[in-house]
């Protein structure tokens, strides 16, 4: 039976040892030529490799990665051999065997200079566990011939190391590096329980952790509602194909997707096949995370429509159950007359249920102003970001070269009827209900002891009642003051939140505190991150 290359690279050099490495390497590229070996093949190319990761429902795919012919130089592995599964391997298991299929398969590069990082592929068990593989520039011409997206293969003699630090397209602490000497085995026969596909989906919702943070590569799902024209953009010397598109999940959230290069190229022609009526659910694989509401394509992304897996079915079904079932659309002063909360309602929130922009109403009294660490801070006058860690005085860190001004940090205790919570009240909303700026009264400010206890004009706010519009900026809990709404315009309460007014907050027999001074620690000191 024929071997792999690699094996025969190993057959032929001994026969030479008293050789110089140089003529070695020489002789035996000169022997597998005639045996047409993947060292005679035509350099990889990295368009065609793109187009072959990448498919649609419409069962269209690059004629690379379509063929199921066997490649020559591999060997048919037997189902009595025995593997080592992907989530036992560790560092230094260079000598056992694996049984794997090449899930995905694309080219690593820097597409500023082309600079190329490696042949990248993303690797299934028959448990269903994943890891990514590489190999390296120089080996590349030993592999791309042999190494076929879909297929299931034997590898042995490779080498595991520690998960590189960016770009990674699954969570698994170990990478393998397959090598020259990497025995490569197609397997034939009882292939069908590996699966085809794995994907580690994130929720719309927390994309926001993941923000410019491409240590790991993120996975989407979504019902695709926009596609944009394909267009051409000049960046620098080059010329790259650009396609935008929006999806959307089943609770509405909408996400922004761009697609660079062929990956758009791909997506535009397809969906242009598909039609511009065509409900589609799509995944988009290896992303790039660009903010809370956008991600972007890199050398490692794919797309998938109407992909025949569990979640895609899952999703479309409860899709098909929303457009049988359309809620209407609920105006503006709909939405805010069904976010009353009370306090106790506010704590006990279902986090799944909202997210950073959503907002609620709740009356409440004011029972305290924390001042243990101050009530300004002194931050950027555009952005308000705190500059008292700035590199350099007198630049933002997020805008340039500012002035910076005193802006409020108000930690501010309240309660209703149903309990008490902390809210934070910054900047513009803080002057607002003060009455005066945070500037005007740091220049009345004579003592240090000043800066840590409160001012008459904020002291004059205990036992006052408000009706704020909270939010819940980081998902932990700790709400923000949105703004103070005009009660004269404020909504009734819907009928589900009727009971939340009901229970507004009693200022009478409020007492107003002493001064509080720096060291007072009874009240909940939260992280601002200022």
Not at 85 to 91: A, G, M, N, T, W
Not at 397 to 416: F, N, S, T
Not at 476 to 490: C, E, K
């Amino acid at each position: 039976m024929e071997r792999h290359p690699a094996e025969r690279q190993r057959s032929l050099v001994p026969e030479t040892p008293s050789l110089p490495p140089p003529f070695s390497l020489f002789l035996v590229h000169f022997l597998l030529q005639d045996q047409e070996s993947p060292l005679s093949s035509k350099p990889f190319q990295k368009k065609n490799l793109q187009q072959a990761s990448f498919f649609s429902a419409t069962g269209r795919r690059n004629p690379v990665t379509s063929t199921m012919t066997s490649v020559p130089e591999a060997k048919m592995g037997s189902a009595g051999d025995e593997f080592t599964p992907l989530s036992q391997l560790e560092y230094g298991m260079d000598k056992c065997k694996v049984r794997v299929r090449i899930s995905r398969l694309w080219e690593s590069f820097n597409p500023k200079d082309d600079t190329l990082f490696g042949l990248d592929c993303l690797l299934i068990d028959d448990q269903g566990k994943t890891m990514q593989a590489r190999v390296e520039p120089g080996d590349i011409e030993w592999f791309e011939d042999l190494l076929v997206e879909g297929k299931v293969y034997v590898l042995s003699d490779f080498h595991v190391d520690s998960q590189r630090d960016y770009y990674m397209s699954c969570s698994n602490e170990w990478t393998m590096y397959i090598r020259r000497q990497t025995v490569v085995t197609e397997m034939e026969g009882d292939i069908d329980s590996i699966p085809l596909h794995s994907f580690e989906f994130v929720k719309f919702k927390d994309l926001r952790y993941r923000c410019d943070d491409n240590s790991l590569l993120t996975d989407v799902l979504g019902h695709i509602v926009y596609v944009g024209e394909l267009e051409e953009v000049s960046k620098k010397s080059r010329v790259i194909e650009i396609c935008n598109a929006r999806i959307r999940d089943l609770r509405g959230r909408a996400l922004s997707v761009t697609l660079f290069g062929d990956v758009a190229s791909g997506f535009a022609e397809d969906m242009l096949e598909k039609g511009q009526d065509a409900s589609v659910v799509a995944v988009f694989a290896g992303m790039s995370v660009t903010s809370s509401s956008s991600v972007c394509s890199t050398t490692s992304s794919m797309y998938y429509l109407d992909l025949e897996i569990p979640e895609v079915q899952e999703f479309r079904a409860n899709l098909l159950i929303q457009q049988a079932n359309p809620v209407p659309e609920k105006t503006p002063a709909q939405k805010l007359a069904e976010s009353w909360r009370t306090i106790k309602q506010l704590k006990s929130l279902d986090r799944e249920e909202y997210d950073e922009d959503t907002m609620f109403l709740c009356r409440v009294s004011l029972i305290d102003v924390d001042c243990t660490n101050g009530w300004c801070y002194l931050g950027c006058d555009t952005c308000q970001k705190s500059m008292s860690r700035a590199p350099r005085k007198y630049r933002c860190a997020r805008c340039g070269p500012m002035m910076p001004v005193q802006w409020y940090k108000l930690k501010a205790k309240v309660q209703d009827a149903t309990g008490a919570m902390n809210l934070m009240i910054f900047c513009e909303v803080a002057e607002e209900l003060v009455g005066v700026s945070a500037e005007e009264l740091v220049n009345k400010i004579e003592d240090d002891d000043e800066w840590y206890s409160l001012p008459d004009e904020i002291e004059d706010l205990i036992g006052s009642t408000h009706t704020f519009e909270v939010f819940d900026k980081y998902m932990d809990g700790s709400f923000s003051v949105r703004s103070i709404m005009d009660d004269a315009s404020v909504p009734a309460p819907a009928a589900a939140a009727s009971q939340c007014k009901e229970e507004k907050a009693d200022p009478e027999g409020s007492q107003k505190p002493n001064k509080r001074l720096r060291g007072d620690d009874d009240l909940i000191n939260l992280d601002l991150g200022l």
